[in-house]
Structures are given as structure tokens and as C-alpha cells.
């Protein structure tokens, strides 16, 4: 088994270590090998995502990711921009389905800007998909038929690409509360009336799911009013970019919350995919072991679970991560005082 | 000075009636014609936006809106669906500017799903771009290279359109707290790359505004973290929609939100434009005389302000329904009896 270590940027090695040395403590025989990805890599080799980072990549089971993000690098042509690296390793290994859970951890209710009560009851799963959309269609400038210069970027899904991410948010509504909101923009767009004709043909195939439809902005209310109301959501890359992010900030602690993107290949005990924090590289606190590293630590449970197979580690780390939470060990983010290491130390003692 | 009144659908009729009440409480010498809008008129003459309803409006200072919805409707073809009449409304119309106030009213914070301290740090505008982006472009169907079916729609945005609409957010700001925040995603969408760039060119004849660019998932997430930190957020037609609904519901009362879209024509006193309710045509409860009537009250006063030039019969009304808020008479949407023309009554007894 073989995890390919990209740290990335700002805090994305810190917290990065924290994890790598959670995984070891488990003395799972997992070999890890590192390489530079973001602006790091742009910086050393010319690229922010360089085809060794690829190769390693592509010759293991799972990737762990920190993250990218480098003020240096923001006045670089786009293709050569740190976030290039995500969006790349997204796309060249079809890392088509964002996983991203949110739910209050135990007692840090009172962390949210919503009401307690409201933020409590949060417990819900976005399915992003990350391989199509406006992302990743043609684009550029262009001039208009007055002689202006024009921005443009062409977004479309097609049958496949959505087949693919229903069956994902299908088969996690079956494994959860067997609720499916599929969100779009169908009284506007024709890409979400694709979107919306394929869901409706794919729930077929699960007659226990309660599926329903929501326009993008009647979600967005709904993430403030009654987060507590969705079990699992499935949308396109460019809302669930936006509702992902809303819904983890509902929650109060984006210091605390991983992610997956999975991909279609099959590992020998299950699915290839990376796993990241939800937070970014936070260049103004970077180095100076301040980073809460749970959501990186988290981040790896995801991984030894979903990437390969070891879901008693995955849970083992989870309690322990739960524990010291209940302990009160809190990073800044969450208003305590310990820093990137103690955090650390703490799950490790637990473990 | 002539409004047109477009009731609507579902509660746009009881809600717009009391407005229509409220204005002429005040006897300021405006002739009001109504004509139909959305589902009833697609049902009596065979289209959502009829060409009589459109030379009416043409022929008006301003548009008293109610709202379009109608579950009837709803297998239609895209093009006679009832929203189909906003779209084209705001279109052929030039209505290019949306502003929609999110401010919570003095002793109504404990209705927002967020903490009383932070929804009672919100006052807000958001200024949202009603004439481009994906929402206008070349869309439809077409086979992929694989064969497959591929809905696509081209998002775009060119110089004039965003300077148009900058301009109308700097100067907001200007009036305001002299803060504007332009949100984007311009780290993917080179349409974002165009409109940042504009944004930056227009700042130049507005030194004295403190501009700042957001990524639009980061602007959701700071919508739920701190929303009173913003002062005027522009943005395009999509992330608008997203965003405006997003904080009308930090609120906690979308039944009292307002909203103007106004056009470059000139009229008399001020600028032609469109005035509704932010909420929808509700039409569970349509016909009941249970819709709070607030938002459309409210949206009477911004058109008198905006289009006609009566800001001090805009001030008149605005103390009114605040005196009548403060009071405690509220509609079922805020936990209180009160039915719809009882709220108007209480306006009406205010004034
Ligand atoms: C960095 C950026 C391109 C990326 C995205 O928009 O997908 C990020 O916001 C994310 O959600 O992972
Ligand atoms: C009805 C719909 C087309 C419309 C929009 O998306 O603009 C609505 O959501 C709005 O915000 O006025």
C-alpha cells in the first residue's frame, strides 16, 4: 500500500506532518512518499503541478493533500497559478466526486454563527461533482459583435458525467438517510436540465432513495434556514463549489473538516482518490505551527477507509480525534491555545 | 407619473393589492394600470409576458412586480414557463441592475436562523448584474464527441456590461459605507478574469471606496461567519442569485424584503425600474389572505424613491411599517396572526 504526500503550501506541510505521523503511529506497513505540488513546485521546478508529483501520484493507492495557495504566485499567468495543481490532478486522474461531509462535532455547537440549535443538527454529505461544468470547458477572450472585448467560459454536463456522480450520491443516500437533494438551476440553464433528466432516470435504480430537486439559490437559503433538513446533496462542480463551502462554514469549524475526491479506479481494497482538508493554505499563519491539523488528520481516516480498506484505523483515528476535541484541546481557529504539534501529540496519546 | 402593477401569480395578487392601497393612501396624483404576468397570463392569452403587458410597462415611470410561479405550469416548454416573464421583463427592458437591501428590522433578530449578535450586524446590499452571464448566452443541446447527448449554456460578460453595472455599485457604495466587494471566481472563469479587470479600471474614478475582490465560495462562506462585515457586494447574474437569496435568508425574514431593478432610462424624477418581493408566489397559501404583504409595501417605497423621486413618501411608508413591526404585528411567516390585509390596514392606520 502506497500514499503519495503532497503537502503543498503555506500550512499545507505542518499540518500535513501531523497526519503522516498519525498514520505511522497506526504501523499500518503503508509506504509514503512525498513531492512538491502548488506553488512550491511552481517555484523549484517551473510548474505547479510537475510530472514526477503526476507519476508518484498516479503509482499509488491514495493521495494525502495539504494545501496549494501562494501569494507570490497571483500575478503568474492562470496555467502556472498554484490552484492549477488541484484542478490538474482532478482532472488528469478523473478524481470525478467530491465527498464532502459536515456535521457539528460534540460540544463545538456554540463554534457556529448560527443558532445552537440549528448548527446541532447538522449532518449532511455533499457530492460534488469536480471533473466537468464551467470548469473545465472551453474558454477565453473573445471580441463581440460591437468590437468589445468579451470573457467567456462555455459550462456543460454531459449523460455520462452525470450518470456517474448520481450513482455516488445514490449508493451514499442508501448508506446514510436514504435522502437525496439533487440542486441545479433548471428554470435558467439547459446543462441543469440535462443534469436534471439524468438524476431523475438514475433513481430509478434506487426505488428507496427519496429523491428531491432544488434551484441553487433556494438551497443556499435553505443551508442557512434548515441546514438540518439534507442528508446527502448532489450538484455540479460550480454550486457545489459554493455550497460546500457555506455549508462547512455552518458548521463552525472548518478547521476540523476533510474531504475526499474519488476517482474511478479500483485500488486492491478499494477506490483511488485524494483526500484534503477543507480549509486552504492560510499563507498569513503558515510556519509558525499555529495550524490545526484535525482536518488533515481527519482527512487520512478518509483515506484509509475509502482508498484502502482499513475502516478500523479510519475509525480508531476518528474516535481519537473526537476524544481529545472532548478533552478540549482546541487550536486558534476554535478559540483555545494549542498549537500544530500539540494537537498532534494529542491524538497520538489517545490513539 | 404611472406605474404599471404586474400582480402575477399564487400571492402577487393580495400582496400587491395593499401596496397599490398604500400608495394611494398617499394621494400623490400616480395612475396605476395593472396587466397580467407569468402563469395567468400564459393561461388567459398564451404567453407569460404578454405584448401588451410589455408596452404597458415600456409606457410607465415604474413596475409595481408581485411575483410568477405557478405549479401548473410546470411542463411547460422553457420559453412559456412563467419565470420565462421576468427573464424577459428584465431583458427587453434593460433592467440591468439589481439592489436588494438585506437589513435586519430592530427587534426582529431572534428570526434569523444565525445568532442574534450576527444577524443584527447585517446591513447589506447586494448589487446584482440582471442583463448577462450564463443566464443570456447561447444555450441548448448538442452531441458530445462521444455521441452523447450534452446540455451546454456559454456564460460571458463584456467590458460594457460590467463598467455599467460598477459604476452603479460604486456610487451605491458612495452613499453607503463607502466599502464595495466584488465577488468572482476568477481563479476558473476567465468571464470572472474580465469582470475583475473592469472592476479595477472603474475603481480608479472612485479613490475614495475601499474595493476588495472575493472568490465567490469564500464570499459564501463569509455570508454565514460574519455577514455584518459587508457593506456593497457586486456580482454578476448567477453568483448573484446565489448570494442575494443566500442573504435575504440570514435575515430571517425573507416576507419583509424589498428589491429594485432599474434600467438606463431616465424618467422625470428618477430611474425607470421594477419593484418586487424578493420571496415567491407561494402557492400553498395563495388566495388566503395569510401572505405577508411587507416586501411589496416595501418595494412600493424603493420605487417611489428610485423612479419617482418621493423620498420623502418612501421615508413616510418605510416608518410606517416599521412603527407597525414594532408594534408586534406580524404575518404567520414571522410566528405571528396577522393576515394579509390586516397588515396593510395597520400600514394604512400609520400613515
Ligand atoms: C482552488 C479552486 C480552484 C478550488 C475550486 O474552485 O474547485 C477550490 O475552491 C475548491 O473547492 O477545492
Ligand atoms: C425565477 C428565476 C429565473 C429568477 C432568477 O434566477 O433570476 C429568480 O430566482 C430571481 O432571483 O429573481
Not at 81 to 104: C, D, H, M, S, Y
Not at 151 to 169: F, P
Request: charged share 25%; with cysteine.
Amino acid at each position: 500500500m502506497k500514499i503519495a504526500v503532497l503537502p503543498g503550501d503555506g500550512i499545507g506541510p505542518e499540518v500535513t506532518r501531523e497526519a503522516v505521523r498519525v498514520i505511522e503511529a497506526l504501523d499500518l506497513g503503508i509506504a509514503m512518499d512525498e513531492a512538491l505540488v502548488g506553488g512550491c513546485a511552481y517555484k523549484a521546478k517551473g510548474h505547479p503541478l510537475p510530472a514526477e508529483t503526476l507519476d508518484l501520484a498516479r503509482a499509488s493507492d491514495a493521495i494525502l493533500f495539504g494545501a496549494v495557495g501562494d501569494p507570490d504566485c497571483d500575478a503568474l499567468e492562470r496555467h502556472l497559478r498554484p490552484e492549477q495543481a488541484i484542478l490538474g490532478l482532478r482532472k488528469e486522474l478523473t478524481l470525478f466526486a467530491n465527498l464532502r461531509p459536515a456535521k457539528v462535532f460534540a460540544g463545538l455547537e456554540s463554534h457556529s454563527a448560527l443558532r445552537p440549535e440549528v448548527a446541532g443538527a447538522i449532518d449532511l454529505l455533499i457530492v460534488r461533482e469536480l471533473n466537468g461544468d464551467v470548469y473545465f470547458g472551453e474558454k477565453g477572450f473573445r471580441q463581440n459583435a460591437k468590437g468589445e472585448r468579451e470573457g467567456y467560459d462555455i459550462m456543460s454536463y454531459s449523460e455520462s458525467e452525470v450518470r456517474r456522480i448520481a450513482h455516488v450520491a445514490f449508493r451514499a443516500a442508501m448508506g446514510r438517510g436514504k435522502r437525496l437533494c439533487s440542486v441545479d438551476k433548471a428554470n435558467v440553464l439547459e446543462t441543469s436540465q440535462l443534469w436534471r433528466d439524468v438524476i431523475v432516470e438514475v433513481a430509478k435504480d434506487y426505488p428507496q432513495v427519496e429523491l428531491e430537486h432544488m434551484y441553487v439559490d433556494n438551497a443556499a437559503m435553505q443551508l442557512v434556514r434548515a441546514p438540518g433538513k439534507f442528508d446527502v446533496v448532489v450538484t455540479g462542480n460550480l454550486f457545489g463549489d459554493i455550497l460546500s463551502d457555506q455549508a462547512s462554514m455552518c458548521v463552525g469549524s472548518i478547521g476540523l473538516l476533510a474531504s475526499a475526491s474519488l476517482g474511478e479506479r479500483q485500488t486492491a481494497h478499494g477506490t483511488f482518490g485524494l483526500y484534503e482538508p477543507i480549509h486552504g493554505s492560510a499563507p498569513d499563519i503558515a510556519g509558525k505551527g499555529l495550524a490545526n491539523p484535525m482536518a488533515t488528520i481527519l482527512s487520512a481516516a478518509m483515506l484509509l477507509r475509502h482508498s484502502l480498506g482499513l475502516a478500523q484505523a479510519a475509525d480508531r483515528i476518528e474516535a481519537a480525534v473526537a476524544a481529545v476535541l472532548a478533552d478540549g484541546v482546541l487550536g486558534g481557529d476554535l478559540g483555545g491555545t494549542a498549537g500544530t504539534a500539540e494537537i498532534g501529540d494529542a491524538v497520538l496519546a489517545k490513539l
